[in-house]
Structure formats: structure tokens, C-alpha cells
């Protein structure tokens, strides 16, 4: 039993230790080699071009006020709807799941692109509408800018945010605030003094996840910031590798590897903090009723707020690309813009050969990787919960280290290695840097479903005379099928709008749906790819519903027929 | 089926520090009797347990089961728990959430390859045995927390092991369920020819439903016998501690009797029942609340003990006080309707057969 198991987890270590290691040792090795042709030719040429250039101050300044101004946006946003959602008696709150979960199913890119096509100075319809009304002679709001990316980074960021603070907040004892009620502080101090200071560890790690999601964000950079030329660190690495330009993969792995240095620094800082704050959160189910603080009349704007929010968030994008998909050029919506729709941007698109290539490709990516991917987390969840053992520490510590990774540096580390093999160019090439990429997403929810198992559970059939693979197939398979569908769901939606790893490594023929709609957004090309866009959304909800349908009627089976 | 376990040894590593869980322990568990393993937490009894269906492996020793050797570090022989063929009651009972009453308890005899119409039959012959049939479609998580148990048992008895162990099966259970649960559990043992080891820590338990009682202690067997012997006759100061309230009085042997051995201390001079022990030897008298009988006023006479109370407490069926006697403080029971108040003076005698020395 425990030599099965011991091997189970060095066959794991191995794989796992392949897909996060390789990158990142790939990338040291190029910073330091003279070209993707001259491997391991040693310079420090790479070093001093890419630091040394005059360009890079800016950059640096604008990353900095793009990572830090989204990070903190966002946080406060989440520590306020958290607040709101657990501690008042605001009115509807299921909205506040929808807006912690629908946000995810938009693609980062197509959010982006939505707000440009909103708040661009030229013709950004809120833009036009505004100057009409008004009669104003400059745009009133220009999107191309740091603050635009500031604003579209931290709505992005808001959802993770929130569902990090929200069940910190659900699950703390209020006890230690209704006795500083009794011992005469105000709700408002009763908040500052003692709810905030308790909630700071899991607060300061939505905030720290903020800085590293927003370190490797590349779709607002790349969307918002290009027509402003405001570059930040991912944009500027992508300029380095980017087709158009003389390509220095050297130059780009140098810059990458601080990047990459920061990354994984402040997830393990963030590793640190949740640790901690699951040590505050340890109230047991005593079936206590939170008393829920009345807002009064500060009930209904409040609650108009957060509407207003989640309209932000979910409808706008969505109905500004479905509109744009039918109107022949840009224009505000009016009685003539609806006379005018046509269906020629979607004919267009589905008879584009290179839109099919790339939604076939991403299609195949996301399902052919989401399963691969389920079952290696299954195996490696396994190993972190269950067998814990050295080995398993460090396995949990190497598929953890995945989470920091900025998909475009991990794309040129891979670069790197993939041109010393067969797989450059191919879509398998795509498919590993995706699973190294994106392995957390499997681990993490099937490691919490492993956690919910009680070992007892599995025991009791061994001690019923169950073998091991009969254990697996019986008892643990169908209790783990929700953990299973939640992570094939997480795993396949972020492949079909997979763009910062693809970015680097997608080649003619290996094109995704991301990388296409990018090639649109660079040319102009807004009904085509608002058409494409929806079709990618509407890809990443057929999944969740097919994924949905399937766990609920397999629970079913199992449970009807187990003889 | 007998169960011998030699110089079984189990270490743990935790935060830097060895934890020895098993410390060398030899036991002889005989056939067809309910065998407890008592102890406070920490003692070692669920480690043994665990090591002997096969959850855990030891570091050293061996153990037989019926005249198999399931594990012997010397021969390099482990038998994995599903090929050692005995039963289980589990501490949480471990029902499979995902499954209903007949699936659960179907599981052994499916995973052995039984017939459908064997599994059947079987199953609602062991349902019928645990007073739960019909009951079969249940989802299993909506029986309450005494059928749940029940449903355990049926699913550790369906393929007739001839070993069954419980890892405290009752200590999920409130007061109330516990004492009932605890009665069925015992009639359900009586009619079935089976041995059982039993792990608790609640030392009610041990005596109402064993035949042997095995008290554990830091990883090691302090002492083995009937309930009534570990009951009345401890051999070591631990065990009577644990097993039952006791006051324990320090005392010096004066000299041996036929029958009696007396004792000087506190209390007196005391004589109590006879223990091989040097005149001279340092002791300790153990006496048990229920035990000390007292009476109002001051007495005489051999064993007669005279005291005060000193504090009351109501508990319903008697009054726990306590009383002050040659600078001892006695917890003993006084009836409640004694009429006795803090202060009175009372007195009490000491049958001899009631006082156990233990070497201290």
C-alpha cells in the first residue's frame, strides 16, 4: 500500500516537476544564451540591452502604477460587496454570486475590447453620446489610457478578490464583534477596529493575487494601452517577441526572469497569508445567525451601486459585442442603426477559414487539455491530501508554483525549449504550455474535494475487503464527481480564451480563437471580432451547462445502479 | 478467532519530536469474547486497532489473526486491510454519502464477488438481525445518528468476519442515544459467535460491555483482566484512578494479617484487603466514593472513620460532598434524602474488602 503510493507520487513529481520546472529553467538558461539558435551559447549581453535601455524607466513606472492602482480598486471594491453581501440587509443577494462567478466566463480580452469600443476618444459610443449631449468638443473619457487600464484590470481582478474576503467574512465569528457593540463601540468603529483587523490576512491576500494577476495581465496592456502607447512590463516583453518586430527571445527571457522572480515571490507571500487567515477563520458550526446590520436609507442606493456594477460587468460588455456584431461600422444605437443591421460580420467570420482553424484548434485545446489536465489533478490531488508524505509536500509546492506563473514569460520559457524539439509550432506545444500553465486550476478544487473525504471512508472499504482500484472506482471516483466537473469547467473555459501564453507560442496553423480575435482587434476589425467573441462566450457557457448535465446525471447513475 | 499481537511497536515523528503510539506491546485477544481497549486519549489503543486490521504498519513486532501471521517485520509479511477479512465500526461510521442503505451494507459481499441473490438475501437477513429492514432505499445520510450506526454494524457483520473491531462507536452518539446504543450493541454481540475488539476511552463502556478489559498507557499494556477485577482490584494506582472515581490516600503497610493487610495514614489506622507487600512499603489506599457510607455523628470502633463535611453539591440521584477526615478531603455519595448539611459531623466504617492498596 505504501509502496504504490510512494510510487504514484514520484511518477507524479516527475511530470508535474517537468511541466512547472522546465519553463522556468528554460527561460534562465535563453536570458543567458545568445539566441533561440545559439542555446546555451553563454552572454550577458541579453541582460544589459534589456535593463540598460532607456525605454525601460518608463515601463517600470507605468507597471508599477498599473499593478499597484488595479490592485488596490479592486480589493476595496471586494472588501465593500463582501461586507455588504455577509454583514446587511441589502435586498437580492444572489446578485452577488452571479457577480463573483459570470465575470470569469468573459474572456479578459473581449472585456477589454468592450470597454474600447465604449470609451475610445474617437468613436467610443458612451464617448459620442456624451459629446452630443452636451455638446462637448473632446471626448470626455479616454479608455486608451492608465487610468482606463487601472479601472478594466480592477474589474477584472474584482471577482477573485471577492471570492477570497466573502468567505473569510462569512465564516468569522461574530461574536468578537457583537462584544465590541456591547462594550460601546459603533458599528463603524466596530469595523475598523475589530472586523477589518481580523479579515486583514485573507484582505491583504486578495490584494497580493491582485498584484500578480495584474503583473501578468496582457489583454488591457495590449488592448487599452498600445493605441496610448503606455507600456507596461508584459506588453513591452511581448513588443520583444511579437512577428512584426526582429524578434529577441534573449531580451524578452531577461526581462521575464524579474518578472517571474516577483510572481512567485508574492504567491508564496499569498500562500503565506491564506494559511493565516484559515488559522483566524476556526469557528465551528455552532449554527450561529449572524445579526445583519440594518442600512436604513442607505439601503436603496447602495443597493443601486451594486447594480449598477454587475451592469458594468456583465450586461454592458456583452450587449456592446453582441451590437457591434450586427451594425456595418461603429455607431451609436439608434432607430437607423437598427435598420441598418446586418448578419454580413457573422457570414464573414463563419466563412473565414482562419477563424474556423482557430476555433477548431481552441476547441480541441479545451476539451483534449481539460481532461488530460482533471486527471493529473485527480492523481496529484490524491497525493497532496491523502498520502502526505516529503515527496507529496514538494509535489503540492511544485503545482502550486504554476499559479504565479505570467503567461507570457512562461510562454517564452517554453519557446525556449520547444524550438530544441519536434513540438515547436505544433498544437501539442500549446497543450503542455497550457496544462503547466493552468494546473492549479485542476488541483485546487480537486485537492478540496479530497479534503472533504473523510479518510474513514475510504478505510471502511478496505476493511470491507476492497482492493485499492475497486476503493478508487467505488467510493472515492463518484464522491470526488463534483470536485471533478468544478475543475473541468475552471480548466476548460480557461483554455478556450487562453491568449498570454498563446500569444508567444501560437505559429501559422496553430492559431487559437484569442489570438485571432486579437489580430481583429489590431486591424480594426470590430464586428468580426465581436462575432467571433460572442461565439467564444457562447463556447465557454455550453461548456459549464454540458459539464453541469453530465456530473448531475453520472451522480445519478452511480447512485441508481451501484450492484 | 484468537488475535496475538508481540513486541508491536509504532512511531510517530511530529514537529521534530518521537511519539512512540506503541511501545512494545504483547497481547493475547481470545476468541468469541468482547476484548475493550481502554485508555485516555493519546494512550495508543486506536493505533493498535489500526495497526491490526492493517490501516497502519508498524515499525516492529508481529500479529496473528486465527493462526495467520498478517504482519511480521522480521518475515517482511503485511496483508493489506482488504485481504485480512475482518469488520469494522468506524469512529464517524463512515457510511458512503453517495450510496443508500442496501449499498452500503451490500459493499463486502460485492467487492468478494457474491451472487446477486446471495447479496440480497444476505444483506436483508443482517438488515432484519441490526432491526432495520426496510430501510434499504434510504439514502443512508438521512437515517439518524443511531440507525447510521446500526447501518455500520450490518455492513462490518454482512460477511460474517470472525473479528470485529469498533474504533469508539459511540463517541458520536449524545448521552442519552449512547447508553441505548450501547445496550443493543451488546445484545447484538451476545447472540453472534464472534470476536470483538472494542477501543474506547469511557471507562462505563468498557465495564458494561466487556468480558476483558486491556487498560493502555502511553503506548504500553498496564494491566489486563475481567471488569470486575480492573474494577476492584487494581493492581496499579493508574488503573484504579481511571477506571472509577477514587480517593486516594497515601499510607504505610504496618503489618499483615491472614486475610487483611493494615495500613497506617491519615485516616487512621486502616485495615484493608490483603496485598503481598513488605511491611513498611510505601502505598497508596484507594477507596471509591460509593463505598464510604456515612452516618450523622461522631462513631467508634475498628475501620471507623470521623469527618465533617465539608461542601455539598446536588447532583440528582445523591449528593457528592465531600468531607474533611484527618486532614483528607473524601469525596463520597450521600443519599439525597439524608438530610445532611455542611458542617455536620459524621462518620463512616470502612469495609476491608473495599480498601485497595495499590503499590504506588
Keep these: 500500500m505504501d509502496r504504490t503510493r510512494a510510487r504514484l507520487t514520484y511518477s507524479l513529481l516527475a511530470m508535474v516537476g517537468f511541466l512547472t520546472v522546465c519553463p522556468v529553467v528554460m527561460l534562465a538558461l535563453g536570458s543567458f544564451s545568445e539566441g533561440l539558435t545559439a542555446f546555451g551559447r553563454f552572454t550577458l549581453d541579453k541582460y544589459i540591452g534589456a535593463y540598460a535601455d532607456p525605454a525601460f524607466f518608463r515601463v517600470m513606472l507605468n507597471t508599477a502604477l498599473f499593478v499597484l492602482g488595479s490592485s488596490v480598486l479592486a480589493t476595496v471594491l471586494a472588501v465593500f460587496l463582501a ?26 480580452l473581449l472585456f477589454s475590447v468592450s470597454w474600447a469600443l465604449l470609451l475610445n476618444p474617437s468613436n467610443g459610443m458612451v464617448n459620442t453620446v456624451l459629446k452630443g449631449l452636451f455638446s462637448l468638443e473632446r471626448a470626455p473619457f479616454n479608455v486608451y489610457s492608465l487610468e482606463g487600464m487601472i479601472l478594466v484590470e480592477a474589474l477584472l481582478d474584482l471577482p477573485i478578490a471577492y471570492l477570497i474576503i466573502a468567505p473569510a467574512m462569512r465564516s468569522f465569528d461574530v461574536a468578537l464583534e457583537e462584544s465590541s457593540r456591547v462594550f460601546g463601540a459603533g ?108 442600512l436604513g436609507r442607505a439601503r436603496i442606493p447602495l443597493f443601486g451601486a451594486v447594480a449598477l456594477l454587475s451592469l458594468a460587468m456583465i450586461v454592458l460588455p456583452v450587449a456592446v459585442l453582441l451590437y457591434t456584431s450586427f451594425v456595418p461600422y461603429t455607431m ?94 505544433t498544437i501539442w506545444a500549446l497543450l503542455i504550455a497550457y496544462l503547466a500553465t493552468y494546473l492549479p486550476y ?4 480537486m485537492a478540496s474535494a479530497f479534503v472533504q473525504i473523510h479518510s474513514h471512508l475510504e478505510e471502511s472499504s478496505l476493511v470491507c475487503g476492497a482492493s485499492q482500484l475497486t476503493t478508487l472506482r467505488r467510493i472515492i471516483v ?27 507560442l501560437s505559429r501559422p496553423g496553430t492559431e487559437v480563437l484569442a489570438i485571432q480575435i486579437l489580430r481583429f482587434s489590431d486591424d480594426g476589425l470590430w464586428g468580426k471580432l465581436s462575432a467571433l467573441g460572442i461565439v467564444m462566450i457562447a463556447i465557454s457557457t455550453a461548456l459549464v451547462l454540458a459539464a453541469n448535465f453530465v456530473g448531475a446525471r453520472y451522480s445519478r447513475a452511480v447512485a441508481a445502479g451501484a450492484g | 478467532m484468537e488475535i496475538q499481537v508481540r513486541g508491536l511497536s509504532r512511531r510517530y515523528f511530529s514537529e521534530g519530536r518521537e511519539i512512540r503510539a506503541l511501545d512494545g506491546v504483547d497481547l493475547t485477544i481470545p476468541a468469541n469474547r468482547i476484548f475493550t481497549l481502554l485508555g485516555p486519549s493519546g494512550c495508543g489503543k486506536t493505533t493498535l486497532l489500526r495497526c491490526i486490521v492493517g490501516l497502519e504498519s508498524p515499525d516492529a513486532g508481529e500479529i496473528v489473526i486465527g493462526g495467520e501471521t498478517v504482519f511480521s517485520k522480521a518475515q517482511g509479511i503485511s496483508v493489506p486491510p482488504e485481504k485480512r477479512g475482518l469488520g469494522m465500526v468506524f469512529q464517524t461510521y463512515a457510511i458512503w454519502p453517495h450510496m443508500n442503505v442496501f449499498d452500503n451494507v451490500a459493499y463486502p459481499l ?99 460491555l466487556s468480558d476483558l478489559i486491556a487498560v493502555m498507557r502511553a503506548g504500553r499494556l498496564v494491566e489486563m483482566g475481567t471488569p470486575q477485577k480492573i474494577y476492584f482490584d487494581a493492581d496499579t494506582q493508574f488503573v484504579a484512578d481511571f477506571i472509577g472515581r ?25 485495615a484493608c484487603q490483603r496485598r503481598d507487600l513488605p511491611v513498611g512499603a510505601e502505598v497508596t489506599l484507594c477507596i471509591r466514593p460509593e463505598f464510604i457510607h456515612v452516618a450523622p455523628g461522631a462513631g467508634a470502633g475498628e475501620n471507623v472513620v470521623n469527618g465533617r463535611i465539608e461542601s455539598q453539591a446536588f447532583v440528582g440521584e445523591s449528593y457528592e460532598s465531600e468531607i474533611r477526615a484527618g486532614g483528607e478531603l473524601l469525596l463520597a455519595r450521600i443519599e439525597p434524602h439524608a438530610r445532611l448539611a455542611t458542617g455536620d459531623a459524621v462518620h463512616f466504617r470502612l469495609d476491608p474488602a473495599h480498601g485497595l492498596l495499590v503499590a504506588r
Excluded at chain 1, 483566524?280 to 440594518?294: D, F, H, K, N, Q
Excluded at chain 1, 471533478?484 to 491568449?499: D, K, Q
Excluded at chain 2, 477514587?246 to 487512621?268: F, H, I, P, S, Y
Design chain 1, 83 to 108: 461586507y455588504l453581501n455577509t454583514r446587511t440587509d441589502i435586498p437580492f443577494k444572489g446578485l452577488f454570486a452571479i457577480l463573483s462567478i459570470i465575470p470569469m466566463m468573459i474572456p479578459h
Design chain 1, 187 to 294: 458599528p463603524w468603529r466596530t469595523l475598523v477596529r475589530v472586523t477589518l483587523p481580523v479579515l486583514r490576512p485573507a484582505i491583504l491576500a486578495a490584494f497580493i493575487l491582485g498584484v500578480v494577476r495584474s503583473l501578468a495581465s496582457f489583454a488591457v496592456p495590449q488592448v487599452l494601452g498600445m493605441p496610448g502607447r503606455v507600456s507596461v512590463l508584459a506588453t513591452h516583453i511581448y513588443e520583444m517577441v511579437s512577428l512584426g518586430f526582429s524578434p529577441d527571445y534573449g531580451k524578452a527571457a531577461a526581462l521575464g526572469m524579474s518578472v517571474l522572480a516577483a510572481s512567485v515571490t508574492l504567491i508564496y507571500v499569498y500562500r503565506a497569508l491564506t494559511a493565516e487567515s484559515e488559522k483566524y477563520v476556526t469557528i465551528a458550526g455552532r449554527g450561529y445567525r449572524p445579526t445583519l446590520i440594518e
Design chain 1, 332 to 425: 451609436v444605437p439608434s432607430a437607423r442603426a437598427f435598420s441598418m443591421m446586418t448578419l454580413k460580420h457573422w457570414t464573414d467570420v463563419l466563412n473565414d477559414p482562419l477563424s474556423l482553424l482557430a476555433l477548431k484548434n481552441s476547441l480541441f485545446l479545451a476539451v483534449g487539455g481539460a481532461t488530460l489536465g482533471v486527471l493529473l489533478s485527480i492523481f496529484v490531488g490524491y497525493a497532496v491530501v491523502k498520502v502526505r508524505t516529503r515527496a507529496a509536500g514538494i509535489l503540492e509546492s511544485l503545482s502550486f508554483l504554476s499559479f504565479s506563473f505570467p503567461g507570457i514569460v512562461i510562454g517564452v520559457g517554453f519557446m525556449w525549449f520547444f524550438v530544441q524539439t519536434p513540438l515547436y509550432a
Design chain 1, 442 to 445: 485542476g488541483v485546487r478544487p
Design chain 1, 478 to 504: 463518484p464522491l470526488l464527481v463534483p470536485g471533478i466537473v468544478s475543475a473541468w469547467i475552471l480548466m476548460a473555459s480557461m483554455f478556450v480564451r487562453e491568449l498570454t501564453v498563446s500569444v508567444v
Design chain 2, 110 to 208: 460485492q467487492v468478494r464477488g457474491v451472487a446477486r441473490d446471495a447479496v440480497r438475501e444476505r444483506v436483508a437477513r443482517t438488515l432484519e438481525f441490526v432491526q432495520l429492514e426496510g430501510y434499504e432505499s434510504r439514502p443512508a445520510t438521512k437515517l439518524s445518528g443511531g440507525q447510521q450506526q446500526r447501518v455500520a454494524l450490518a455492513r462490518a457483520l454482512v460477511a460474517e468476519p470472525k473479528v470485529i473491531l469498533f474504533d469508539e462507536p459511540l463517541s458520536n452518539l449524545d448521552a442519552k442515544l449512547r447508553e441505548e446504543t450501547r445496550k443493543e450493541l451488546k445484545a447484538f454481540l451476545g447472540k453472534l459467535n464472534i470476536t470483538a475488539l472494542y477501543v474506547t476511552h469511557d471507562r462505563v463502556e468498557a465495564l458494561a
Design chain 2, 246 to 270: 477514587a480517593n486516594l490516600v497515601k499510607a504505610r503497610v504496618r503489618a499483615q494479617e491472614a486475610q487483611r493487610t493494615l495500613v497506617d495514614c491519615a485516616l487512621g489506622a486502616i
